[in-house]
């Protein structure tokens, strides 16, 4: 007679760990993911820049028909008297007058690592230039799209203790 014991066994342990696995999915599509700016310095004075910028993105969760991202960067901590310079539907450019430390540094950084791996994304959408006393941080979605073939476009700007953050998304 064939036992039908250690099927129903496994049956049962695998729904009730389902809902976990579930779980476990939806936070790592939560996740925060810090990418790291490296600065491409220009003048022989390099101790006058930092050698990189760390800004955040974190996805928000699944939801029918569209994607978005929430970022942030502590620009702050090289800049003081921090505003949107210029922004679009695609594109947005914070400026700030550097703090003395880094007020001669002339520099421009681009987007080099996510989580520690090298970004092998097909548009560089974080930039920044140090220059002439100001740095400038720019979310430049042109060129991107999204699987639907729209542009990928700024969804929100705005300041969180005196930083830029920002929403950007598309359909899916």
Same mark, same amino acid.
């Given at each position: 007679?064939?036992?039908?014991?250690?099927? #129903?066994?496994?049956?049962? /342990?695998? #729904?009730?760990?389902?809902?976990?696995?579930?779980?476990?999915?939806?936070?790592? !599509?939560?996740?925060?993911?810090?990418?790291?700016?490296?600065?491409? #310095?220009?003048?022989? !004075?390099? !101790?006058?820049?930092?050698?990189?910028?760390?800004?955040?993105?974190?996805?928000?969760?699944? !939801?029918?028909?569209?994607?978005?991202?929430?970022?942030?960067?502590?620009?702050?901590? =090289?800049? $003081?008297?921090?505003?949107?310079?210029?922004?679009? $539907?695609?594109?947005?450019?914070?400026?700030?007058?550097?703090?003395?430390? =880094?007020?001669?540094?002339?520099?421009?950084?681009?987007? /080099?690592?996510?989580?520690?791996?090298? =970004?092998?994304?097909?548009?560089?959408?974080?930039?920044?230039?140090?220059?002439?006393?100001?740095?400038?941080? #720019?979310?430049?979605?042109?060129?991107? =799209?999204?699987?639907?073939?729209?542009?990928?476009?700024?969804?929100?700007?705005?300041?969180?203790?005196?930083?830029?953050?920002?929403?950007?998304?598309?359909?899916?």
């Amino acid at each position: 007679m064939i036992s039908f014991r250690p099927l #129903i066994l496994i049956l049962g /342990t695998s #729904i009730s760990l389902l809902p976990l696995l579930s779980n476990w999915c939806v936070q790592a !599509q939560n996740q925060s993911q810090n990418i790291e700016l490296k600065l491409y #310095i220009e003048n022989e !004075q390099k !101790q006058s820049c930092p050698d990189k910028v760390i800004v955040t993105q974190k996805p928000h969760p699944y !939801q029918e028909g569209s994607f978005s991202t929430d970022g942030s960067v502590n620009l702050s901590a =090289y800049a $003081s008297n921090i505003s949107v310079q210029a922004s679009n $539907s695609f594109s947005v450019t914070w400026v700030g007058t550097l703090k003395p430390k =880094y007020a001669k540094c002339f520099a421009s950084a681009g987007m /080099t690592k996510v989580d520690g791996e090298d =970004y092998s994304g097909k548009i560089n959408y974080l930039r920044m230039h140090f220059v002439k006393g100001k740095v400038y941080f #720019i979310l430049d979605l042109a060129g991107g =799209y999204d699987p639907n073939d729209y542009p990928l476009a700024v969804l929100k700007n705005s300041f969180k203790n005196g930083n830029p953050t920002w929403t950007w998304g598309g359909t899916d």
